[in-house]
């Protein structure tokens, strides 16, 4: 599975839009790109998912460029409620079974 | 629609003893796969079961065991507790049918070893 790299953390201002990008130089060809959202005590909530250009939906946006050797996870005007840790995960269900390897994800700050 | 169901929501144990969590996928999901999750670290794959099989596995040790019944409710086992075994367990599950499915996750079961 291909190993992904992330920034440990980031701060923000509410309103703001924060883009957090993460690495996985490794992608194979059938691997696709997920994002998960975390709240202290709860279990990881799925966010947006792509396999590559570009992804929208109601809470974010997901910009995979050509060489799909990183993406980026865009969240428009945060407010303090998108405090939380953001993973980055990639891989595919056709090897017998979807083996998910976390990193140790993004803590997101949004501040007042 | 019930979302992915855990129990019991907390645990207190000491070490040497045997713990039993349960999970229910959410509707119309027929995978299931248990992560370990320590304190300020990303979750853990601990194995994943699909058709009352184990269909992949991650780095645990023989001492974490999980059982899928026909329900597609699943249980993690973990004999011999160590104090590192302190943990948020959680459950996810998946429609398992397709490519790159999403998993959604459970509360989880907070595990202490004492």
């Known amino acids: 599975l291909a190993k992904t790299t992330q920034p440990i953390s980031m701060d923000s201002y509410e309103g703001q839009e924060v883009n957090i990008t993460c690495s996985h130089n490794?992608?194979?060809?059938?691997?696709?790109i997920t994002w998960y959202q975390q709240f202290p005590s709860q279990g990881p909530r799925f966010i947006i998912q792509?396999?590559?250009t570009k992804v929208t939906n109601e809470v974010a946006s997901l910009f995979i460029p050509a060489d799909r050797k990183s993406s980026t996870l865009s969240l428009p005007r945060v407010s303090l409620s998108d405090t939380a840790v953001y993973y980055c995960?990639?891989?595919?269900?056709?090897?017998?079974?979807?083996?998910?390897?976390f990193g140790a994800g993004t803590r997101l700050f949004v501040k007042a | 629609d019930a979302g992915v169901t855990q129990s019991p929501t907390h645990l207190i144990k000491t070490r040497g003893q045997q713990v039993t969590l349960r999970c229910s996928p959410k509707?119309?999901?027929?995978?299931v796969s248990w992560y370990q999750q320590a304190l300020g670290q990303g979750p853990q794959f601990i194995f994943q079961?699909?058709?009352?099989?184990?269909?992949q596995r991650g780095n645990f040790p023989d001492r974490f065991s999980g059982h899928q019944f026909p329900n597609y409710s699943s249980e993690l086992n973990v004999n011999a507790l160590l104090l590192g075994d302190s943990a948020l367990y959680l459950c996810?599950?998946?429609?398992?049918?397709?490519?790159?499915?999403?998993?959604?996750f459970g509360p989880g079961t907070r595990l202490t070893v004492l």
């Open positions: 995960l990639v891989g595919d269900w056709e090897t017998g079974g979807f083996k998910t390897i």
């Open positions: 509707s119309g999901h027929d995978t």
């Open positions: 996810a599950s998946s429609p398992g049918t397709g490519r790159a499915d999403t998993q959604y």
């Open positions: 490794n992608i194979a060809t059938n691997d696709y």
């Open positions: 079961y699909y058709e009352e099989e184990e269909r």
């Open positions: 792509g396999y590559k």
